[in-house]
């Protein structure tokens, strides 16, 4: 197995050109657990933890930059107030060891149904930005970049370098439904991010589909009947739940069955509304 490891971003791109079948291993808290089950063999890793720029964050015009590498502690300590349901589902993220060292990056690389990142980049509209040596930078909306299960919209010889998430205008939560917060993969969650300026609500739903998706009719739903200046209709609240339920395609597995997940969204839909909406109400009357 080749290492590769190069110090820069260019290097980097010309590696993945030249060897398109080389991994990418940043915190490798999905990679290595892969080499040491021998679950893949890759004939090369490509290291880019010496890649500088990928840990850093700031402001790109309407949204905020977040390298590919900036760690889980990080999101947790330098952007809960921008990106604060991004920050809660980090909070969830395996041990503090783990959040030093997996990344947001990292997690869409891996492109798992139930990465923890997923649903609140799905909520807020994020979007990945992937790079090629040869065809130059590409900007993937959320909702496009997860293809199936572990696969993604990436072509073989382009590297993510960042995501772009507008900062929150609104409430944003997370929820995550597992044996216990953190240290455990999710059996399903749920993202909602409240976006008042343009009277809409974003969804993610993870682990609880083949990709992480959005609960598009739910959405639709709150846009064509929600009241932004009154409390929130209890019959409007419960179809909501209905078709963020409704969205949700999982399957059976050791961690919990389909019918449990799908019961577990809508529970979560709700909770989660409630909870952003008691929120804008709080800040509009303040």
């Known amino acids: 197995m080749d290492f590769l490891r190069p110090t820069t971003w260019e290097e980097a791109l010309a590696a993945k050109a030249d060897q398109p079948e080389a991994v990418p291993i940043q915190g490798g808290t999905d990679v290595m657990v892969e080499l040491n089950f021998d ?5 090369a890793l490509l290291d880019l933890n010496r890649v500088a720029e990928l840990r850093e964050w700031g402001m790109a015009g309407a949204y905020c930059r977040v390298g590919a590498a900036v760690p889980y502690a990080a999101v947790i300590e330098e952007l809960a107030g921008p990106l ?18 997996g990344s947001v990056g990292g997690n869409l690389g891996a492109a798992s149904p139930a990465g923890d ?14 790079e090629s040596r040869d065809r130059g930078v590409r900007m993937i909306p959320a909702d496009e970049f997860y293809l199936g299960v572990k696969r993604s919209a990436l072509e073989p010889d382009e590297l993510i370098r960042a995501v772009h998430v507008p900062p ?21 969650s749920f993202a909602l991010a409240l976006h008042p300026g343009e009277r809409r609500v974003g969804t993610g739903i993870g682990s609880a589909a083949p ?18 200046a009154a409390p929130l209709d209890p019959a409007l609240l419960s ?17 919990g069955t389909a019918a449990y997940r799908v019961h ?13 909406w008691n929120d804008h109400l709080g800040k509009r009357a303040a």
């Not at 990142?117 to 992937?130: F, K, N, Q, R, T």
């Open 39 to 43: 679950v893949r063999r890759p004939v």
């Open 84 to 101: 604060p349901g991004l920050a809660q589902a980090s909070r969830t993220v395996g041990s503090p060891q783990i959040r030093n060292r």
């Open 117 to 130: 990142s997923h649903p609140p980049l799905l909520a807020a509209g994020a979007v990945v930005e992937v």
């Open 168 to 188: 929150a205008t609104g409430a944003q939560y997370f929820s995550k439904v597992g044996t216990r917060n953190a240290m455990v993969i999710a059996v399903c």
């Open 211 to 228: 990709t992480p998706r959005r609960a598009l009719e739910a959405e639709d739903l709150l846009a064509r009947e929600l009241d932004w």
């Open 239 to 255: 179809r909501f739940g209905e078709l963020c339920a409704r969205a949700a395609a999982p399957i059976d597995d050791v961690r």
């Open 264 to 276: 577990a969204i809508g529970v979560m839909a709700r909770r989660t509304l409630t909870w952003a």
